[in-house]
C-alpha cells in the first residue's frame, strides 16, 4: 500500500489560481492512474481529473474544463492541479487518489487509496 500527501491547500479570492500537489510514496502497480476528486460540506465525493501515469492521458469533469489542468513529474512521482479562474463552488476539500491500473476512472469506489485530502476555500 502506497502513501498520498496532497498540499496546496488554501484561501484565495474568485478568480484566482492555486496548485495543488499530490506525492506519491511506497508500493504502486507498474502501471496505475491518480485523479482528483472533492467534497464539499454536505455533499458527495465528486470526480474532478484523473490522469494516467505513462500515457499521460487525461479526463476532467465538465465544470472545471477549460480553468483546471492536471499534470505529473514522474521522476518527482507527484501530480499536480493546477486551478484557476476559481469560484466560490469550487470550494471543497480536495483528495487525491491512485488507482492501480492505467485506464483512467471518474468513480471514487474504483480507486485503491487515497491522501487526507487539502482545504481549497474561493471567497466571493
Known amino acids: 500500500q502506497g502513501q498520498l500527501v496532497e498540499s496546496g491547500g488554501g484561501l484565495v479570492q474568485a478568480g484566482g489560481s492555486l496548485r495543488l500537489s499530490c506525492a506519491a510514496s511506497g508500493r504502486t502497480s507498474s502501471s496505475y492512474s491518480m485523479g482528483w476528486f472533492r467534497q464539499a460540506p454536505g455533499k458527495e465525493r465528486e470526480f474532478v481529473a484523473a490522469?494516467?501515469?505513462?500515457?499521460?492521458?487525461?479526463i476532467y469533469t465538465d465544470s472545471v474544463k477549460g480553468r483546471f489542468t492536471v499534470s505529473r513529474d514522474n521522476a518527482k512521482n507527484t501530480i499536480y492541479l493546477q486551478m484557476n479562474m476559481l469560484k466560490p463552488e469550487d470550494t471543497a476539500i480536495y483528495f487525491c487518489?491512485?488507482?492501480?491500473?492505467?485506464?483512467?476512472?471518474?468513480?471514487?469506489?474504483?480507486?485503491?487509496?487515497w491522501g487526507q485530502g487539502t482545504q481549497v476555500t474561493v471567497s466571493s
Open positions: 490522469i494516467s501515469w505513462r500515457g499521460g492521458s487525461t
Open positions: 487518489a491512485v488507482r492501480n491500473t492505467a485506464v483512467l476512472s471518474t468513480l471514487p469506489y474504483t480507486y485503491d487509496y
